[in-house]
């Protein structure tokens, strides 16, 4: 079945307090959107992208897919005002049937053995959401009052968020709603059941100068094994 996979990478460098998009931020002298993609295409060599980017950093997207020989199975598409209009604007661009992955482009952490598992569960349950259990006690804040809650039923959600294509696309013909803070919150609004898949606490977003840090450090790591 045909695999495509959604990278969002329309976001600033806002939280990172930089003035290049964190996506665009080198890593062991690559972009972390180098190192997503890889693992992508590690994963599947066969599948596609749709890679939803800044418009002033189209340029720099088509150098990167370029190096990476990724032109022939890539899509430049530019994002939008919120995530869900830049996931919305790369659905648009899917004209065939298959499993779409959507996923934070700033996950360069993501493992190929992540992605085949969000694979083989879409073809048996028609979703996967990876998801990790919550290790820090959790409370919840209401006016000015807070109360804490079992966090054994806290789920913190990951991406690659994976569905079937169809009705993925039906979904996002949806307006947009303010709760609408991934495509699991999207299925649902439509009707859809989505399910949920172990996710990887190494499958960090890179938001804060900290994580940069740390991705740093199991990058390294990864490419020594490699080596060894």
């Known amino acids: ?18 003035s290049i998009p964190k996506q665009f931020l080198l890593l062991n002298q690559k972009p972390l959107l180098y190192f997503t993609l890889s693992a992508f295409v590690e994963a599947f060599h066969d599948i596609q992208f749709v890679l939803v980017v800044p418009k002033d950093y189209r340029l720099a997207a088509e150098q990167l897919i370029k190096e990476m020989n990724l032109v022939q199975q890539t899509k ?3 994002g939008g005002e919120t995530r869900f209009h830049s996931v919305q604007n790369g659905i648009r661009s899917i004209t065939t049937a298959g499993v779409v992955f959507v996923h934070d482009g700033v996950r360069c952490l993501v493992s190929s053995d992540l992605i085949k598992r969000c694979y083989d569960q879409t073809i048996q349950m028609g979703s996967a959401i990876p998801a990790v259990a919550s290790i820090d006690s959790v ?5 000015q009052t807070h109360e804490p809650i079992d966090r054994d ?17 039906k979904a996002f013909e949806q307006s947009y709603q303010a709760h609408f803070t991934d495509e699991a919150t999207v299925m649902e609004a439509a009707g859809e059941t989505v399910h949920l898949i172990e996710g990887e606490y190494s499958n960090l977003k890179i938001t804060r100068p900290n994580d940069l840090i740390i991705a740093h450090t199991i990058i390294s790591d990864r490419l020594n094994q490699t080596k060894e």
């Open 1 to 18: 079945m045909q695999k495509i996979a959604i990278i969002t990478a329309g976001g600033s460098g806002t939280r990172m307090g930089s």
């Open 139 to 143: 409370r919840i804040v209401t006016n």
């Open 153 to 169: 039923r806290v789920k913190i959600i990951q991406t690659p968020q994976t569905f079937l294509s169809a009705p993925l696309i």
């Open 76 to 78: 430049l598409v530019v």
